[in-house]
């Protein structure tokens, strides 16, 4: 029989769009970090979550981290709380060898240990209790994806040094932009080498008190105006922190480099992930061409919450006219089973063109749906039933 074609009532996906064949994916020792990237809100730290857990009780050795503020990755695994440290999750079925662990990234735990690791104490110190410092380090547009980067870095080595795992999944922080990730390394490294930083170092880096006089003249005149904006206390937190961070500059730029060079390599595998809506789809079709154009490796991508018709003969109007025609007749209980039939077909449907429309975009992309639970994921048992509609076809 001829697969049916996008927007068809099965809902199943194109004949000529490629299928994600997950199981492949994580019994491939190759393949050791596995990044889950996509807008927030279509299930990115479910499906990380699932994936580490089918990967673990397969075999695999696994750590997961998550940038979710929800703390979901916590509750469905059964764990009080999750913090900076991988934790053993425990109740899995470890009969293959496996393992899994998971963490929470905590941005400013992260960037103190980055702060503590790479400079004096006495350094250090200066640095942590600067004012500037405190709010570049909770909240400062793109430290958390900056840190992120970090943390994946640091798990890599962990594992390359000890073998403390043999694959790592990422559930990338929940950003305006699902780009923000790839875009980190690039702005930070903006950011250190702006003109306003150059302008807050140049003193220190200034060769010789004539060249230190004629610098001071200028930066007198810019200081007092931007004393006049941001006032006196800040713009002098912004100069001591920067001064005493400068040194630092260039390890945080290696590193950034570093991580970013190996999300490149075919050892990492990208997924992306979103829902059958119309703005993640437009996300998604951002972030694939985005990861083709950088060359970084693509696996496929996760469609989520995909609206399952129980009878996909009944078409929306037909259902909506059979339930006016019982309502008539005085049939309460069938004419709204009906409608709501009506309902779900209908949202069907629409998905089903929405995703159609990507894979317009996009035909060579290998894709996956999973369909919509009757109930959030909220345990391990949920955990495997996502991790077995992500390696099996949709019903």
Known sequence: MTPPRAGSRS????????????????????????????AGGVGKTTTAAALGLRAAEQGRHVVVLTIDPARR??????????????RPVTGIDLGAGGSLDAMMLDMKRTFDDVVLA???????????????????????AGTQEYMAMEKLGQLRAEADAEGTWDLIVVDTPPSRSALDFLDAPTRL????????????????KAGGRAYLRVFNAGINLVSSTMSKVLGGDMLRDVQTFVMALDTMFGGFRERADQTYALLKQDSTAFLVVAAPERDALREASFFVDRL???????SGLVINRIQQVAAPGLSAAR??????????????????????????????????????????????????EVPALAEDVHDIDGLRLVGAALAGPVS
């Open 189 to 204: 490294g903006s950011f250190l080498d702006g003109r306003f930083i150059r302008l807050l170092t140049a003193p220190a």
């Open 11 to 38: 809902g199943r996906t194109p004949a000529t769009t490629p299928r994600l064949d997950v199981d492949a994916l994580l019994a491939d020792r190759h393949t050791r970090i596995i990044v889950c990237c996509g």
């Open 118 to 140: 790479h400079s004096t104490p006495e350094k250090a110190a200066q640095i942590l209790a600067n004012p500037f410092y405190e709010a570049v380090s909770s909240s400062f």
């Open 292 to 298: 083709e154009v950088d060359g970084m490796p693509l």
């Open 319 to 368: 259902a909506r006219a059979a339930a006016e025609q019982r309502a008539d007749e005085g049939d309460v209980l069938t004419a709204g089973l009906l409608t709501v039939h009506a309902s779900v077909a209908e949202t069907a449907e629409r998905q089903r063109h929405l995703v159609g429309r990507f894979f317009a975009g996009h035909p060579k992309t290998p894709v996956v």
């Open 73 to 86: 990755l916590a509750q469905s695994m059964g764990l009080t709380e999750l913090d900076n440290q991988p």
